[in-house]
């Protein structure tokens, strides 16, 4: 089973993280804190040879997903990371997640017996839910600027939601012209039909766009990631806002 | 005349003492445009290298300056810690197994340890860090090295590039760490770890300074 760590400036923080994660997680689930320095860790701060012993306690060859709040945890992270053996480090994922939303997400897929990768992907997108749920009350300019996924390189995820006003929603020929523009593009992109629930699917496959359904009226949500997220959004958000280039409708 | 196993520790005991002194103004940086414990924590972590002096007495300057990396790792808490800490660990890679250092040992020390910065919080030129002092230093050095100075002079043209370096600080806009959530406001003020990092250079300067 994956194990987790967590990385807090807060013993506090980090102790309460870990009854939330254990409400959704098996008790199986290998879990450590690293957080606090000084005088019975009360001070905040991070160490990296706290989390060094964090990691080793919780790991196996299923590996470790390491999950930090911010500025110099990451950096403390990354140091006891530098700090280990390599045979250990190639199992060890530092994940970008946002803290609390990703040790839940992340605790409950490793508690499935998930392998690292999936975890760290779960972790990746734990925003969704709330960025959904929260859409209705959103302008659509914040949200087309949103992005799930806080910088540590090139990683920038972004989601629009867009309605289909063409007459025959995401059919073959709107499909196509879909793919042709998303595969243009050398990023990730997903498309989820919000209004009957299905997705994500590939942008960039024609048959599974069709899986969608989207009819007319529905509402999607595009989602790229990579280094030309905003640029592939832009052009797919053109697309869609014109109707798919379908004069007919 | 080298710089022996004694005369570090002689330095780092100087550091503690000008951290200590320096406590409350490094504090009084960091609240401008941080989160106000540089101070405190860089007094943390002194202390905590003052009592690993006996451990560190008699052991090579490579290992007395990992031993420090390691406890300001531990100790201090910010971002400091794995900073400062990456920058005496790789010096004490570099050093490792020497009884005292000449001056191009020290400058191929202090080089491999600002790199070690660079790498560990990718920051740059100019994004209003350590490294707007500890860069300068090193280059100023290495001139000084090139120019044939003698190791009093060359100390002193190494911190005083430090010095310019922190004061260049003041009206940048901050780039990494707490001060860049300020953005345009973390300019006017100088920044704590420029501060810092000076102090000690300044400190090895003046206790190397008769040899």
């Known amino acids: ?249 | 005349m080298p710089i022996s196993q004694d005369a570090v520790l002689d330095w780092i005991k100087n550091c503690a003492a000008v951290i200590a002194e320096n406590c409350a103004y490094l504090i009084e940086l960091d609240l401008a445009i941080g989160d106000a414990d540089h101070g405190a924590n860089m007094e943390r972590g002194f202390n905590a290298i003052l009592q690993k002096f006996p451990e560190m007495t008699g052991k090579d300057i490579g290992s007395i300056f990992k031993a420090i990396g390691m406890t300001l790792v531990s100790t201090v808490g910010g971002a400091a810690g794995p900073l400062y800490g990456t920058f005496f660990l790789q010096a004490g890679m570099k050093m490792a197994g020497k009884q005292e250092m000449s001056l191009e040992d020290w400058s191929i020390a202090l080089e491999a340890a600002t790199n070690g910065v660079v790498l560990r919080g990718k920051a740059e030129p100019g994004d209003k860090t350590m490294l707007d002092a500890l860069l300068p230093a090193v280059e100023a050095l290495k001139d000084a090295l090139r120019s044939g100075y003698g190791i009093r002079e060359a100390l002193a043209e190494s911190t005083e590039a430090a010095r310019q370096g922190m004061e260049a600080t003041i009206p940048l806009i901050a780039r990494k760490g707490r001060a860049s959530y300020l953005g345009e406001r973390s300019s006017g003020h100088q920044d704590p770890g420029a501060t810092s990092s000076y102090l000690l250079l300044k400190a090895a300067a003046d206790t190397w300074v008769d040899l």
């Open chain 1, 1 to 249: 089973m994956v194990g987790l760590v967590i990385v807090s400036h807060s013993r506090a923080l980090a102790e309460a993280l870990v009854v939330l994660v254990r409400q959704v997680a098996p008790k199986e689930l290998p879990l450590a804190i690293a957080a606090g320095v000084g005088q019975g860790h009360r001070e905040f701060g991070t160490d990296a040879v706290e989390i060094i012993e964090a990691i080793k306690s919780v790991y196996s060859p299923d590996g470790v997903l390491v999950l930090m709040d911010l500025g110099s945890a990451v950096l403390s992270a990354e140091l006891a990371l530098d700090l280990l053996p390599s045979e250990m480090r190639e199992n060890i994922a530092l994940c970008p997640a946002p803290l609390v939303e990703g040790a839940i997400a992340a605790g409950v897929q490793a508690g499935l017996g998930s392998n690292i990768k999936a975890v760290f992907w779960e972790a990746q997108k734990a925003l969704d839910p709330k960025l959904e749920h929260l859409s209705g009350s959103m302008k659509d300019e914040v949200l087309a600027t949103a992005p799930l996924l806080s910088s540590t390189g090139t990683e920038i995820a972004s989601t629009i939601f867009l309605t289909l006003q063409n007459l025959h929603g995401l059919h073959a020929r709107p499909a196509a012209r879909l793919v042709q523009v998303a595969t243009s593009y050398n990023v990730d992109i997903t498309v989820t039909n919000e209004t009957n629930g299905t997705g994500p699917v590939s942008a960039k496959s024609l048959n599974a766009l069709v899986t969608l359904g989207g009819e007319c009226g529905h509402q999607i949500a595009i989602t790229a990631r990579g280094p030309n997220a905003s640029q592939a959004l832009d052009a797919l958000k053109k697309l869609v806002l014109s109707n798919f280039g379908e004069f007919s409708d």
